[in-house]
């Protein structure tokens, strides 16, 4: 059946996806697919599919936050999909988290409101054990440094507290800030669909969000590196977990 945000059906055959906010960002995932094919662009959800050593991978963007991504998740668990990792940006809340050091997140702070509208606040959000194991390791065979730890998915970037919300999550061991991961954990969670988050730090703690976004979107510091690191990270998580699933 034909989803209607994400403008995709069962024919696309994969169990395996990946999620990026940002549309442009499948130009770069694509980059590292083989047999790339564009499926469909429909709001902020532009989708494209290839493989990755031999395995079908969907590659399909959310846009920002939790509502949208949770959405993007419920109709690819209709046409088949069962894994999926996040790639994102994030502000880092620790001093030691440079421009580009992966955050792989093995649980979030639910304070955003799509993940609430599912569940009481009382259900965690954490990732899939498996998947995230699986990104330690691939990230660990490049030799590339990450962080691992819980991470705060907020609702807004233009609050008046935004500060005093960065403190105080920092104080309470958050390693980063972003939108979309506790309502992907924790509808993933509750619908059967394994899922992990990876985040690209592109604002280093104490920094001005919307000059370091701006850095960003630019591609021209070490975030774009920690891009290209992230979605080389994700790939081979979902073709190892593929292959522990011996579904292809």
Known sequence: MLQP??????????????LPGDPGRLD?????????KELAYNREFRSLKGTYKGVPILAISTGIGGSSAAIALEELRNI???ALVRIGSCGALREGI???DLIFACGAIRDEGTSKAYVDIRFPAVADSH????????????????????????ESFYIDTNEEESAHWSAMGALG??????ALFTVGRIRGVRTASILNNVVLYGQDTADAVADYAGGED???????????????????????????
Do not use: F
């Not at 770069?28 to 790339?36: C, D, G, H, K, S």
């Open 80 to 82: 088949g999909v069962r």
């Open 177 to 182: 800030a972003d939108m979309e991961t506790a």
């Open 28 to 36: 770069r995932i694509a980059l590292q697919l083989e047999n790339v």
């Open 5 to 18: 945000h994400i403008q995709l059906d069962e024919s696309v055959q994969c169990r395996c996806a990946i």
């Open 131 to 154: 998947l995230l194991r699986y990104c330690e390791e691939a990230a660990e065979a490049q030799g590339w440094p990450y962080h691992e730890g819980i991470v705060h998915s907020h």
């Open 222 to 248: 070490m975030s774009a590196v920690g891009e290209q690191r992230e979605i080389a990270v994700a790939l081979e998580a979902l073709y190892r977990i593929a292959r522990e699933d011996g579904k292809q």
């Open 98 to 100: 440079a421009l580009g």
